[in-house]
């Protein structure tokens, strides 16, 4: 029954197809926000963390076929217009009703710094990714082997998380607290998949924020963020709600419960 639960709020939130990689030909070309010379500085002020991590061990304890491990695998799609169902439990809606166009740019711009960030950060060196590093862990979502080789730092998932994060509390302020604590467990989702270690999801949570703080100089952002708040605003009048929610409160219920 447990995995049945979760199984269904993978298909509700529509993360399952989606992290396997479909509909990337539908979606149109961005530019990001951030100039070379800001993505520069970013990565200039970024540094590995070290490994010696007591949280890792409550994470390494997840199990793949766990609620919270299909959560994880719902949360591998990072990429818009999917990846704003992620936040529809934390803004009490249904994104995904309609077609969100201002609202999908703007992650998309958000998305593409994420990787100039990440591409710069990991020239500063290399950590071999939790799957590689430990023989037998199996990762929550489809790898291919150049995935397998890719490093741990940055861990791009969670700056992603966490930028998401910032820009949905700016989107439903009344909703903020929820909304940063989604962009977290979107991160967190990457330690539980085994593609990053914890001490880099948590660093790459704090570049997640530095890049969203910088994003929003861009005199575009203050334009497209009006755009996406209209359209959210819509949504929330539509008064919908996602069905899998009851699912993704389950799987993010403490461990001791």
């Known amino acids: 029954m447990r995995r049945a639960t979760a199984l269904a709020a993978c298909a509700l939130l529509g993360g399952c197809a989606a992290a396997s990689g479909g509909a990337g030909d539908s979606r149109e070309p961005a530019t990001g926000y951030l100039s070379s010379t800001t993505l520069d500085a970013l990565a200039a002020n970024a ?3 070290p490994l010696e991590d007591p949280a890792q061990a409550r994470f390494d304890a997840v199990l793949p076929g766990s609620d919270r491990w299909w959560l994880a695998i719902v949360h591998a799609e990072l990429r818009p217009p999917e990846a704003a169902q992620h936040f529809d439990c934390a803004l009490n809606t249904r994104l995904a009703a309609t077609p ?3 609202l999908t740019r703007l992650m998309n711009r958000l998305l593409v710094d994420v990787g100039g960030l990440g591409e710069r950060v990991a020239r500063q060196g290399y ?3 939790p799957i590689s590093a430990v023989a037998g862990l199996e990762p929550c979502q489809r ?12 861990a791009t998932g969670a700056v992603a998380g966490a930028a ?4 949905f509390a700016a989107l439903a302020p009344n909703r ?10 979107i991160g967190v989702s990457r330690v539980v998949c085994r593609m990053n270690w914890h001490a880099d999801v948590a660093a790459g949570q704090d570049m997640g924020r530095g890049l969203y703080a910088q994003a929003v100089a861009d005199p575009t952002f203050a334009v497209d963020l009006d755009a996406a708040r209209t359209e959210v605003a819509e949504a929330l009048a539509e008064g919908l709600t996602n069905a899998g929610c009851a699912a993704e409160r389950r799987a993010l219920r403490p461990v001791a419960d």
């Open 47 to 49: 540094a590995p963390p």
């Open 100 to 102: 969100r166009p201002a």
């Open 127 to 129: 950590r071999p990714r």
């Open 143 to 154: 790898t291919t082997e150049a995935m397998r080789r890719g490093s741990s730092w940055p």
């Open 164 to 167: 998401y994060g910032e820009l």
């Open 176 to 185: 903020a607290t929820e909304a940063r604590a989604t962009g977290r467990e």
